[in-house]
C-alpha cells in the first residue's frame, strides 16, 4: 500500500521525523514567555534565567553537525529513536529541575537530543521522497521550522497561565511517544557502519563543537555585557574564530571530512546557505522583537503575548498545501523573493509606531507576515536541494539547518544591541528637549500636575511620569527602527534568492550534480 509511489512506512518516518522536528524547533521558544515564573522558582534573577534558552541553542548547533556521522555510525533508525528517547526523558527531567544549574544541565541535554531531529527530518525527506514528492514533503518540514517558533511563547504562555510551567514540559511526553512509534515502524532495521569508528573525526568534532559553542553563547550574551567591553566575550570570540579555522581548514583537506564543507564550491549552494541565513533572521528576530516590545512597553502578560503572537502562527497553516501546486507553475527563485518581499513589508508596517501602538495594532503585520513565510521555506527547501548528490544530502542537511540557526542568533544579537543603543540615544535627545523647554514637554508637565491634583498625588511624581513616559518614547522609537533594519534584511535577502539559478532535470528525474554549475 502506497500514497502514489512512496511505500506508507516511508511516510511514516518522516511523519515521526517531522513530528520529532516541531517538538525540537518548539522548545527553542517555548520558555520564552515563562521566564519569569521559571526563574522565580528556581530561586534565579532573570539575567541568569536567559541561559535556560542559550543552553539548549548552544547544545543544539552542537548537535546539529554530528548528525550525519552519527546516522551513519548507527543507521537512521537506531540514531533517531534513541535522540528521541533522551529527549523525552530530558523534558521530563527539566520539569523537575531544582535549581538553576540542574535546569540548565537538562536543557543541554534536551537541545543536545533535540537538534538531531532536525536535520535528520529534512534528511529523509530528501532521501526517501522522490523529486516530485519534495516540494510536498518541504511543505511539511516548513510546518515544522516556520510555525513551531511563531506558536512556541503563545503555547508556553498559555500553559503557564492555565497550569504551571511545569507543563511546558510534560507537553513533549505524548508527542514523544507518537514520535517513537512512528520511526520504529517506519524505517528499517540496519546494521551500522562502524566503519565510521575508523575513520572519526575527533579533531574536527573537538573544534566544530568548541567553535560553533563559544559563537553561540557570545551571540547571546555579548548584547547583555556590551559585547568586547566583557573579558570573557573577549575569550570565547577568540576561541571561536581559532577553532572554527581549524574546523573548516581540516574538512577541505581531509579524505572523510565531518561535514562537506565543499559544497560550499557551488555558487548556487552558496547563495541557497545566505538565504537561509537570513530566513533564520526574519523568523527568530521578528519572534524576538514582538514579545519584547509588547512586554517592555505595554507590560503585557506571557498568555496576552501569545495570544497577539498566534496570528503569525495558525494563518500559516491553509497555505502550506497550496505552495507545491503553486510550484509546478511558478519557478522557485520567484516564489522564495516573493516571501521575503512580502515578509521584508510585514516589517515596514512596523516603523511608524507610536506608544499607543498596543498588540491590536501589530496584528495586520502578523498577518502579512504569515503569508510570506510559508512561500520562502517550502520554496527554498526545495531549490537549495536540487543540485545534490544522494551522499550529499546529509551534509547539506546539516549546513543548511545550523546557518538558519546562526541567521536567528546573528539577527537576535545584532536587535538586541541596536535596541540598547538607540534607546539611549533617543532618550538623550528627549531629555535635550525636554530641558531646552519644548511646548510639548511643557504642557505634558502641566497636564500631569493638574492630574494629580485632582486625584490627591504629590505634585512632584509628574517628575517621575515625565521620565516613564520619555523612556517609553525612546523604547518605541528604537524598535521602529529594529523592524527597519530588520525589513531592509529581508528585502536584500529577496534580491539575494533571485541570484539562485534553476536546476536543469535530468531524464532519471533528479537534478544536476551539487557544484555541476
Avoid at 529513536?81 to 527539566?94: A, K, R
Avoid at 556590551?226 to 571561536?240: H, K, N, Q
Avoid at 581559532?242 to 564550491?265: E, M
Avoid at 501546486?325 to 513589508?345: H, N, S, T, W
Wanted: hydrophobic share 50%.
Amino acid at each position: 500500500m502506497s500514497r502514489g509511489d512512496v511505500p506508507v512506512k516511508h511516510w511514516l518516518a518522516i511523519g515521526g521525523a517531522l513530528l520529532g522536528s516541531f517538538m525540537a524547533i518548539l522548545d527553542i521558544q517555548i520558555t520564552n514567555s515563562s521566564l519569569k515564573d521559571i526563574q522565580a522558582a528556581l530561586g534565579a534573577t532573570l539575567e541568569e534565567s536567559s541561559w535556560i534558552a542559550t543552553s539548549y541553542l548552544v547544545a543544539e548547533m552542537i548537535a546539529i553537525p554530528l548528525t550525519g556521522f552519527f546516522a551513519a555510525w548507527l543507521s537512521p533508525r537506531r540514531y533517531l529513536l534513541w535522540n528521541t528517547t533522551g529527549f523525552i526523558i530530558s523534558s521530563l527531567l527539566c520539569s523537575f529541575a531544582w535549581n538553576l544549574e540542574s535546569m540548565i544541565v537538562f536543557r543541554a541535554m534536551q537541545g543536545f537530543t533535540g537538534g538531531a531531529l532536525i536535520p535528520m527530518a529534512f534528511t529523509l525527506i530528501l532521501q526517501l521522497l522522490p523529486l516530485e514528492k519534495r516540494p510536498l514533503g518541504m511543505a511539511l518540514f516548513g510546518v515544522t521550522a516556520t510555525f513551531a517558533p511563531s506558536i512556541g511563547p503563545t503555547l508556553g504562555g498559555w500553559l503557564t497561565e492555565a497550569f504551571s510551567w511545569h507543563y511546558i514540559f510534560y507537553l513533549n511526553v505524548i508527542p514523544g511517544v507518537v514520535v517513537l512509534w512512528l520511526l520504529a515502524e517506519g524505517l528499517d532495521k540496519q546494521p551500522g557502519d562502524y566503519e565510521q569508528l575508523k575513520r572519526i573525526d575527533v579533531f574536527g568534532m573537538v573544534t566544530m563543537a568548541l567553535g560553533l559553542g563559544c559563537l553561540q553563547v557570545m551571540l547571546e550574551e555579548g548584547s547583555k555585557d556590551d559585547w568586547f567591553d566583557a573579558e570573557y566575550i573577549r575569550w570565547l570570540a577568540v576561541i571561536s574564530a581559532v577553532s572554527l579555522v581549524l574546523f573548516v581548514r581540516k574538512q577541505l583537506t581531509t579524505q572523510y571530512p565531518l561535514v562537506n564543507l565543499r559544497l560550499f564550491y557551488s555558487r548556487d549552494f552558496s547563495l541557497s546557505c545566505v538565504t537561509y541565513v537570513a530566513l533564520g533572521a526574519g523568523l527568530f528576530g521578528s519572534v524576538y522583537l514582538v514579545p519584547l516590545y509588547l512586554a517592555s512597553v505595554h507590560d503585557y502578560t506571557a498568555l496576552d503575548i501569545g495570544l497577539v503572537l498566534m496570528w503569525v502562527g495558525f494563518p500559516q497553516l491553509p497555505f502550506f498545501p497550496l505552495i507545491p501546486r503553486i510550484m509546478q507553475k511558478i519557478e522557485a527563485k520567484y516564489l522564495v523573493a516573493f516571501g521575503f518581499a512580502v515578509m521584508g513589508g510585514s516589517m515596514f508596517m512596523n516603523i511608524h509606531m507610536t506608544t499607543e501602538y498596543t498588540g491590536a495594532y501589530l496584528i495586520p503585520a502578523l498577518l502579512v507576515r504569515a503569508l510570506g513565510q510559508p512561500f520562502i521555506m517550502v520554496a527554498l527547501s526545495v531549490m537549495s536541494a536540487q543540485n545534490l548528490k544522494p551522499e550529499d544530502t546529509a551534509s547539506a542537511s546539516t549546513l543548511f539547518n545550523v546557518m538558519r540557526n546562526l541567521g536567528g542568533a546573528v539577527g537576535i544579537a545584532v536587535l538586541a544591541t541596536l535596541l540598547s543603543d538607540r534607546t539611549d540615544f533617543h532618550l538623550l535627545q528627549i531629555q535635550q528637549s525636554v530641558v531646552s523647554g519644548t511646548q510639548a514637554a511643557a504642557e505634558y508637565m502641566h497636564n500631569m500636575g493638574m492630574m494629580l491634583g485632582i486625584h490627591g498625588g504629590p505634585e512632584e511624581q509628574k517628575y517621575g511620569m515625565l521620565m516613564e513616559e520619555m523612556t517609553k518614547q525612546a523604547m518605541v522609537m528604537s524598535y521602529n527602527e529594529a523592524f527597519f533594519a530588520l525589513g531592509s534584511m529581508m528585502l536584500i535577502a529577496a534580491l539575494a534568492s533571485l541570484a539562485i539559478r534553476s536546476a536543469p532535470v535530468g531524464q532519471d528525474g533528479q537534478g544536476a550534480p551539487a557544484g555541476a554549475h
